[in-house]
C-alpha cells in the first residue's frame, strides 16, 4: 500500500508509523516507547497525521500519534521490520542527515528567511557587465605626474 493512501485514515496513520519507527506490534509493554518514537520523528518534521485525518492539524503540518491514540490501538500488529534501540537510533541520524541536507538545499536556493539565493552564472555575467559599463562611462582621473 502507498504511503498516501495510508495517510487517508488513522488506522493507516498507525501502520505508517510503526515501519517507521520499527515497532511491529502495539502491545502494552511498547505503546510508550511506540509513543516516544513517533514524537522524536514529529521533531525532526516527519509526523504521519496531517490535516487529512485530523482537522485541528495545520495545512502543510503533521503530527504523530497521541498517547491515548498508541494505547487504543494496543494489539494492533503490521508487518514491519522490529528496530532494537541501535538500529532505531541509526534510523533517526540518518532522518536528521536527510533533514540537514534539505535545509543546505534550501540555504542555497534562497528559500529561508536568513539567506538569499546564489547567483546564477547569467546574473553575475550581468552584474560584472554593468558594473564594467558604468566604469567606462567615468570620466578618467587624472594623475600628476
Given at each position: 500500500m502507498?504511503?498516501?493512501q495510508?495517510?487517508?485514515?488513522?488506522?493507516?496513520?498507525?501502520?505508517l508509523?510503526?515501519?517507521?519507527v520499527g515497532i511491529?506490534?502495539?502491545?502494552k509493554k511498547?505503546?510508550?516507547?511506540?509513543f516516544?518514537?513517533?514524537k522524536?520523528?514529529?521533531?525532526?518534521?516527519?509526523g504521519v497525521?496531517?490535516?487529512?485525518?485530523d482537522?485541528?492539524v495545520e495545512?502543510?503540518?503533521?503530527?504523530s500519534?497521541?498517547?491515548?491514540e498508541?494505547?487504543?490501538?494496543i494489539g494492533?500488529?503490521?508487518?514491519?521490520?522490529?528496530l532494537?534501540?541501535?538500529?532505531?537510533?541509526?534510523?533517526?541520524?540518518a532522518?536528521?542527515?536527510?533533514?540537514?541536507?534539505?535545509l543546505a538545499?534550501m540555504?542555497?536556493?534562497?528559500?529561508?528567511?536568513?539567506?538569499?539565493?546564489?547567483?546564477t552564472?547569467?546574473e553575475e555575467?550581468s552584474?560584472?557587465?554593468?558594473?564594467?559599463?558604468?566604469?567606462?562611462e567615468e570620466?578618467?582621473i587624472?594623475?600628476p605626474?
Open positions: 502507498q504511503i498516501d495510508l495517510r487517508r485514515t488513522l488506522k493507516g496513520c498507525v501502520e508509523q510503526c515501519h517507521i511491529p506490534k502495539i502491545t511498547n505503546y510508550k516507547e511506540f516516544r518514537r513517533g522524536l520523528l514529529q521533531i525532526l518534521g516527519s497525521i496531517d490535516n487529512l485525518v482537522d485541528s495545512e502543510g503540518m503533521s503530527r500519534l497521541t498517547i491515548d498508541a494505547e487504543e490501538h494492533f500488529v503490521t508487518n514491519a521490520i522490529n532494537d534501540s541501535k538500529k532505531w537510533k541509526n534510523q533517526v541520524f532522518v536528521m542527515e536527510e533533514r540537514i541536507t534539505d538545499t540555504e542555497d536556493e534562497g528559500l529561508v528567511p536568513y539567506t538569499k539565493a546564489k547567483e552564472i547569467n555575467n552584474r560584472a557587465t554593468e558594473e564594467l559599463d558604468s566604469l567606462s570620466e578618467p587624472e594623475y605626474h
